[in-house]
Nanobody
Framework: QLQLVESGGGLVQPGGSLRLSCAAS????????IGWFRQAPGKEREAVSC????????NHADSVKGRFNISRDRAKNTVYLHMSNLKPEDTATYYC???????????????????WGQGTQVTVSS
């Protein structure tokens, strides 16, 4: 059974860093695009970052460019979201998702993703 589990969220001060993990099971995550999305209270879910099959392509929302990076650990079947210089406006529940239709490049379009994790909370506050 295909499953995604996020972890690594927590409370961090502005300017701090966090690494979120998206552990996949039931499939080989490196064979598919994985995306990270977030939803703040009272707001719609928005795209953050994505990494394509094999990691040959990645993309980031303008709001996080230069601060967030995405990577894979194939041995652990896990995708990471590395977040630095965090701001209060980064506070949200972060979700990872998989696009099960193989495609060479990744997309930040939410509707292209088929399976979602349960989310992990990130709070940026002093």
């Amino acid at each position: 059974q295909l499953q995604l589990v996020e972890s690594g969220g927590g409370l961090v001060q502005p300017g701090g860093s966090l690494r979120l993990s998206c552990a996949a099971s039931g499939f080989t995550s490196d064979h598919y695009t994985i995306g990270w999305f977030r939803q703040a209270p009272g707001k719609e879910r928005e795209a953050v970052s994505c990494i394509s099959k094999g990691g040959v392509d990645e993309n980031h929302a303008d709001s996080v460019k230069g601060r967030f990076n995405i990577s894979r650990d194939r041995a652990k079947n896990t995708v990471y979201l590395h977040m630095s210089n965090l701001k209060p406006e980064d506070t949200a529940t972060y979700y990872c998702a998989v696009r099960t239709v193989p495609y060479p490049t990744c997309t930040l379009i939410e509707g292209r993703y088929n399976y979602w994790g349960q989310g992990t909370q990130v709070t940026v506050s002093s």
